[in-house]
């Protein structure tokens, strides 16, 4: 939730709602995030604006893009078409709820619809963890992204405004503006260049609303506010200041200063002003990213594992031209809207046949697959050796007891690998038995050498048994990294330093998701080293608790959802 003395991001979202119903096609969309009354009160205001249609969670291609209308034509006796939902909306926008659920193929057409018709998007984000988000294809077209899931507004805002003068009559920005918004957009690691395009559009915008038909600072940094900020991969750095002489006091700082340019020093240049609002403006949760210095790391789609075809169940995929074998299921509607089109033809072909009803041929045969979501299974590798057990084994082993507990209620599954001495040992294959995790758990000895080689190895090979069977595998590596055990179960600092790297190194190269989360009690340089040869990603976690432990790496984690 938004804390008490923040602003309420709904602010922001009107303000670009106001710029988008004023000239829709030129942002291509908006990003609501966040399913909650203020989402619902600004869909419905932009409706009052323009025209939009909503668009069906298992939506085809014949009604998305057009193509013969099944049963008119059945009645009719010839091909009758039917519009399709893109040309319905045509000149307004459609309403896509679920967008991080959207299916890569309808978001690959309503891209294509994006850039050649007139015609926008408006892409309700639900997703819960931070990963969850709409298709990058769609993401990119859309100028505001908004995320309102603190916000606490629930009345629907008046988007109306009183100028005169049209976006079209605004000048287009100069070459100051313009280079002061490629300065911030570099200084926020915003990479693209539709973004820019996008700020300079509504900085125009923003003018002609405000009754202006030239764009000044005020609009640029509300341009910075509402399309750069929000796609920030990185803090903006520090501003260069001069050294102190003592004589002179600082002006006092406030979050109404950064972004109001009429309290910009006349020496401040339009780029740190501007860099200066576009920072205050990003979103909490992203800003508590980018201060760890992680990128946002957003993917399309949730799920627990990786999708697989499947003839059986799941989510249905296009119809395609086929013969209903191999797990491939008869698409009858789909056969049907194929053979319409040629009955007049075959009629006359074949003369004998007039009395029946739908002349069909194998060509006519369209056949549907289901697409389901591949079980995860999450294979934690846990370092018992002494210098490891000494100091966060118990703690280890209540958070992996956590996190298989949270598995069983997922419907995914779990495996715990042990290594120490001069084993690594599976202590127990993938299962969903929560008892016999715990009991694996309890067993669960510790002190020894360290074979970190062999315990990387041990999960390697059971994330490839894995993957073999059609199911996903996540990688946790609970390690302080110091392995002093060689591969062959010979000690020596070096060659198992080596044996380790080598290990880690392979399942990089199996492009394997991976965690290291180093449980030492003083984080030295080897856990995250380990992470980098594995490209895996890393968390220190010294003096936590079980519950702290599992909250941290649960945070890293991919999101997980029942299979």
């Known amino acids: 939730m938004t804390p008490a003395d923040a602003p309420d991001p709904f602010d922001d979202a009107v303000l670009a709602a106001r710029l988008f119903t004023l000239s829709p096609l030129s942002f291509g969309g908006m990003v609501l995030r966040g399913a909650c009354p203020a989402r619902d009160a600004l869909t419905a205001a932009i409706g009052t604006h323009m025209q939009v249609r909503k668009l069906p969670g298992h939506i085809d291609d014949e009604r998305l893009l057009g193509g013969v209308d099944i049963a008119s034509s059945l009645a009719a006796g010839r091909r009758i078409n039917q519009t399709g939902l893109l040309e319905e909306a045509r000149g307004g926008a459609v309403v896509i709820p679920m967008a991080e659920r959207l299916d890569d193929s309808i978001a690959g057409r309503l891209a294509q619809a994006l850039d050649h018709a007139d015609l926008a998007a408006i892409l309700l984000d639900d997703g819960l963890e931070p990963d969850d988000a709409p298709p990058a294809s769609l993401l990119e077209r859309c100028a505001f992204h908004c995320d309102l899931t603190g916000s606490r507004a629930h009345e629907t805002p008046d988007l109306a405004g009183d100028s005169a003068i049209l976006p079209g009559d605004v000048v287009p920005l100069d070459d100051k503006g313009l280079e002061a918004l490629a300065a911030t957009a570099a200084a926020l690691g915003v990479q693209s260049i539709r973004p820019l395009i996008f700020a300079s559009e509504i900085a125009r915008v923003h003018a002609a609303f405000q009754g202006r038909n030239q764009p000044d600072e005020s609009d640029l940094s509300v341009a910075a506010r509402l399309a750069l900020a929000p796609r920030a991969t990185q803090l903006p750095p520090p501003p260069e200041t001069e050294p102190d002489d003592g004589q002179s006091e600082p002006p006092p700082e406030s979050a109404d200063?950064?972004?109001?340019?009429?309290?910009?020093?006349?020496?401040?240049?339009?780029?740190?002003?501007?860099?200066?609002?576009?920072?205050?403006?990003?979103?909490?949760?992203?800003?508590?990213?980018?201060?760890?210095?992680?990128?946002?790391?957003?993917?399309?789609?949730?799920?627990?594992?990786?999708?697989?075809?499947?003839?059986?169940?799941?989510?249905?995929?296009?119809?395609?031209?086929?013969?209903?074998?191999?797990?491939?299921?008869?698409?009858?509607?789909?056969?049907?809207?194929?053979?319409?089109?040629?009955?007049?033809?075959?009629?006359?072909?074949?003369?004998?046949?007039?009395?029946?009803?739908?002349?069909?041929?194998?060509?006519?045969?369209?056949?549907?697959?289901?697409?389901?979501?591949?079980?995860?299974?999450?294979?934690?590798?846990?370092?018992?050796?002494?210098?490891?057990?000494?100091?966060?084994?118990?703690?280890?082993?209540?958070?992996?007891?956590?996190?298989?507990?949270?598995?069983?209620?997922?419907?995914?599954?779990?495996?715990?690998?042990?290594?120490?001495?001069?084993?690594?040992?599976?202590?127990?294959p993938p299962t969903r038995s929560l008892t016999r995790a715990r009991r694996a758990l309890a067993e669960l000895p510790g002190g020894g050498g360290t074979p970190l080689a062999m315990g990387l190895d041990a999960a390697r090979e059971a994330a490839r048994a894995v993957t073999a069977r059609g199911r996903t595998a996540s990688l946790v590596i609970l390690t302080d990294g110091r392995a002093n055990i060689a591969a062959d179960g010979s000690p020596g600092r070096k060659q198992a330093g080596e044996d380790a790297e080598n290990a880690a190194r392979a399942i990089a190269r199996d492009g394997l998701d991976a965690l290291v989360v180093d449980i030492s009690a003083r984080p030295g340089p080897e856990a995250p080293a380990l992470a980098d040869m594995m490209q895996a990603r890393f968390l220190a976690l010294p003096r936590a608790d079980a519950k702290s432990l599992h909250k941290a790496i649960e945070a890293a984690r991919p999101a997980q959802v029942a299979a």
Not at 340 to 357: D, F, K, Y
């Open 257 to 428: 200063n950064a972004s109001d340019p009429q309290s910009r020093p006349q020496d401040q240049p339009l780029e740190e002003m501007m860099v200066e609002a576009a920072a205050a403006a990003i979103p909490a949760d992203l800003l508590a990213q980018l201060a760890k210095g992680n990128a946002p790391r957003r993917t399309s789609g949730s799920g627990s594992g990786q999708r697989r075809k499947s003839g059986l169940r799941g989510k249905p995929l296009s119809a395609k031209p086929g013969m209903p074998r191999g797990g491939a299921r008869l698409a009858l509607i789909d056969t049907l809207r194929a053979a319409v089109p040629w009955q007049q033809v075959r009629r006359r072909e074949n003369p004998e046949s007039r009395g029946s009803a739908i002349l069909t041929r194998k060509d006519d045969l369209r056949v549907r697959r289901f697409e389901e979501k591949a079980a995860r299974v999450t294979i934690f590798a846990v370092d018992a050796s002494g210098s490891a057990a000494a100091a966060r084994l118990a703690e280890a082993k209540g958070a992996v007891e956590l996190m298989l507990a949270q598995a069983y209620v997922t419907r995914s599954e779990v495996a715990l690998i042990a290594f120490r001495g001069d084993t690594a040992e599976v202590l127990l």
